[in-house]
């Protein structure tokens, strides 16, 4: 499984933009690239995904990079119950392997 | 609607007894996980299901680990002899009939306490 590669830990300003970035040198074309996050004392939840093109949703911007070797989750103001663990991870559909291959991630601090 | 649910939220046992661990996926779901978190770690894979398919178990850590999925729905993670490296967070995780995607939906997780 192609791997990614998250900063331990960053901290932001509440109602600043976050900029959470992801490396993943290895990814193969057919990769999706997932974001999730874990609150908490809760289960992960799914926050975005995208193959090639950038993403927004509600929650977030997906930015991926050209070459697809990076990319980088884009919260656009901060609040303090986005403080999480967020977790980058790569899956190809086309494999047959449907398990996440979760990493350690990027443990996010908002300040007040 | 209703979310993944497990029980029991938390178990204490002690060491070497056995413990069976319960989820309930959403209803229509397809596809089952089983996820381990060690104490300030990542998601660590441990089963999937995928309808009437044989298993994925290549992340059980070891033969004292089993799960198994009833008609499809109801899925119980059971471990035997339990060891104090057993404790950790089993979270389970259901999602839709499979496309590119997958999201995965969450349970809140049973925290299981070994002593």
């Known amino acids: 499984d192609a791997k990614t590669t998250q900063p331990n830990s960053m901290e932001s300003n509440e109602e600043e933009p976050v900029h959470l970035p992801c490396n993943h040198s290895?990814?193969?074309?057919?990769?999706?690239i997932h974001w999730y996050r874990q609150l908490p004392s809760q289960g992960p939840e799914y926050v975005i995904h995208?193959?090639?093109s950038n993403v927004n949703n509600r929650m977030a911007s997906l930015a991926i990079a050209e070459d697809r070797k990076s990319s980088t989750l884009i919260l656009h103001r901060a609040t303090l119950r986005d403080a999480a663990v967020y977790y980058c991870?790569?899956?190809?559909?086309?494999?047959?392997?449907?398990?996440?291959?979760f990493g350690t991630g990027t443990r996010l601090k908002v300040l007040a | 609607g209703a979310g993944v649910s497990q029980s029991p939220s938390n178990k204490v046992t002690e060491k070497g007894k056995d413990v069976e661990l319960r989820c309930d996926p959403i209803?229509?779901?397809?596809?089952l996980y089983w996820y381990r978190q060690s104490l300030g770690q990542g998601l660590e894979f441990l089963i999937y299901?995928?309808?009437?398919?044989?298993?994925?178990k290549s992340g059980l850590p070891s033969d004292r680990f089993s799960a198994e999925r009833t008609g499809g729905s109801v899925s119980t993670l059971t471990i035997q002899r339990t060891q104090q490296e057993d404790s950790a967070v089993y979270l389970c995780?259901?999602?839709?009939?499979?496309?590119?995607?997958?999201?995965?939906?969450f349970g809140p997780g049973t925290r299981l306490t070994v002593l």
């Open positions: 290895t990814i193969s074309g057919t990769d999706y």
């Open positions: 991870i790569l899956r190809d559909p086309s494999s047959g392997t449907y398990k996440y291959i």
């Open positions: 209803s229509g779901h397809t596809a």
């Open positions: 995780a259901s999602s839709p009939p499979l496309g590119p995607y997958n999201e995965q939906f």
């Open positions: 299901f995928q309808g009437n398919s044989a298993p994925d």
């Open positions: 995208g193959l090639t």
